[in-house]
């Protein structure tokens, strides 16, 4: 066999695999969208769930994981953002930094159901926060913050540091220099990492399964020590938990969470292109 | 877009206006340089945390279940049997079929969409993979009650759809989008000259990728594989979904057409219904501090291989 057919052959092999894993997936998401659609209606957003969930909307569910996601950002953000600036600004590359990296790569990879068992011992029951919106938020945020000290650290880096040298030459501090030169320069990119993340915690179902997960609790929480249901845990327990349930309604909460995920990364997605069309450096 | 990025010349002008005539730190600046450099030990802290709780909630375990018990082959714990066995073997076994799964196809996919894939349609392929990673672990289950296992049970002849397969089947794809990225990265870093040198000297592109770019990317794509599979071991809601949760000893091949219940869906399952403070309780948490455990000296390993090559852990990680 001459080298040149191998080479097509072998090339035809890459595409085919390729092809084996991105059409499983569209077919799938698209296979949600075709059957859950039909069941997409005002209603069915902005309502109450009815008959044991059977009937009715996701309302409660929607609110629940908007609440969590924003609480989740409350925490995670800033610390997230104050660690990638110290790695990227102020660190030197010593043992301890270096020990800040090794613990971020573990937290990482921490599966998401023991952060469940560490929010459930800690937040719940240690802090006495009881299964809330708090104990919930809180276990979410410490699971996002690789992704967003991670990605945030890297835009930080990617600053040239020409600009950094202007500024100090200029008489401007480290922290002047941080504030006013490279965090502007680098907030789309921390921007997008922090979209990642929040995707991330808006879509998990196993660390909110013991922390604030409600089954079924037809009404908006009164306060941040109130559970709630949220949508990844409606989805997990509608197509579980409830015998009889119509079809289409699980559809439909899964094509909601899905448009409600994805959308975040759009936005992430656009907003980095546009970033890049844009920069001048 | 409301972002404009500065030109240098306006970034310098930024500075010269706004900066503090006497150029001296503030005590402001300094309360809040101070924030930052203790931030960087709360990340050390939180894992220490998690560690710590399970710990103390898992630990008394070994004082209240004998060993004995915990290597036996029965988890019945409503009678008092605790055999982890067939949840570590079972959590073992999804986990190399989705390797199996994985393993390939995120490596030939890595290197299709690095090496061979024209311009546009690596443009379309990476934001793809980046909605694969972001699909919610509890649509796919979802998805593989509904649509896989009901192919499974046809096709494959198993009594339930619900079975070791179907569960090898979905941590696969999920564990996919990590293993691309951080092999396409690694792939990514392979000097261009490389390539060239292989290509001058007459050997095909075919070539060139199998014994020059590949083997020079080695240690990153296996560090991709580490990481997918550590994904893979501490997925909880798909597997809970799609495994049927049957805690028996899956000890043939046959077995991959059978039920089985892994360490993550059984603590995902089971802490709801169990008393605080009981036996039981422990023993989930103790459960835990093995996922823990293992996941940790998974990623310790991949952060050496990434440390010693010192390259950016960014994409690792998400």
Known sequence: ?281 | MWFEPLTEQQATLNVTMSSNPRNQTTILERLIERFIRVTGILVILFLALIFLFLLREGGATFFEVTLRNLLQTRWYPNEGHFGLLPLILGSLMVTLGAAVVSLPLGLLTAVFIAEVAPRWVREILKPFIEVLAGIPSVVLGFLGMLVVSPLIREYMGAPTGLTALSGSLMLGYMALPTIISVAEDALDAVPKSYRDAALALGATHWQTIWRVTVPAARSGILTAMMLGVGRAIGETMAVMMVTGNAARMPLTLGSFLMPVRTMTATIAAEMGEVAQGGAHYHVLFAIGLVLFFVTFIINLIAAWTIFRQGKRYGRLLS
Do not use: C
Not at chain 1, 99 to 118: D, E, K, Q, T, W
Not at chain 1, 197 to 214: D, N
């Open chain 1, 1 to 281: 066999m001459s080298r040149q057919l191998r080479q097509r052959l072998g090339f035809t092999l890459l595409s085919l695999t390729t092809l084996t894993v991105v059409l499983p997936i569209l077919l799938l998401v698209g296979y949600i969208v075709v059957q859950g659609a039909p069941a997409i209606s005002g209603e069915f957003i902005v309502a109450m769930p009815r008959d044991g969930m059977r009937a009715g909307g996701l309302w409660p569910a929607i609110v629940g994981t908007v609440l969590l996601t924003l609480g989740t950002a409350i925490f995670a953000v800033p610390v997230g953002v104050a660690v990638a600036i110290y790695l990227a600004e102020y660190a030197r590359d010593n043992l301890f930094t270096r020990l800040i990296r090794l613990a971020i790569i573990n937290l990482a990879g921490v599966p998401s159901v023991v952060y469940g068992l560490f929010g459930l011992g800690l937040f719940v029951i240690f802090l006495q926060f009881g299964a809330s919106i708090l104990a919930g938020s809180l276990t979410l945020a410490i699971m996002t913050l690789p992704i967003i000290i991670s990605t945030a650290e890297e835009a930080l880096s990617a600053v040239p540091r020409s600009f950094r040298i202007v500024s100090f030459s200029l008489g401007g501090t480290k922290w002047q220099t941080v504030r006013r030169v490279v965090l502007p320069q680098a907030l789309p990119g921390i921007l997008t990492g922090v979209i990642l993340g929040l995707e991330r915690a808006a879509g998990e179902t196993a660390p909110i399964l013991f922390t604030v997960a409600a089954f079924f609790l037809p009404r908006l929480p009164h306060s941040i020590f109130d559970q709630t249901m949220a949508l990844p845990y409606h989805l997990f327990v509608i197509s579980t938990q409830v015998p009889g349930m119509p079809v289409h309604i699980q559809y439909g909460t899964a094509l909601v969470l899905l448009i409600f995920v994805l959308s975040m990364n759009v936005l992430a997605a656009v907003m980095r292109s546009r970033f890049r069309a844009k920069r001048q450096w």
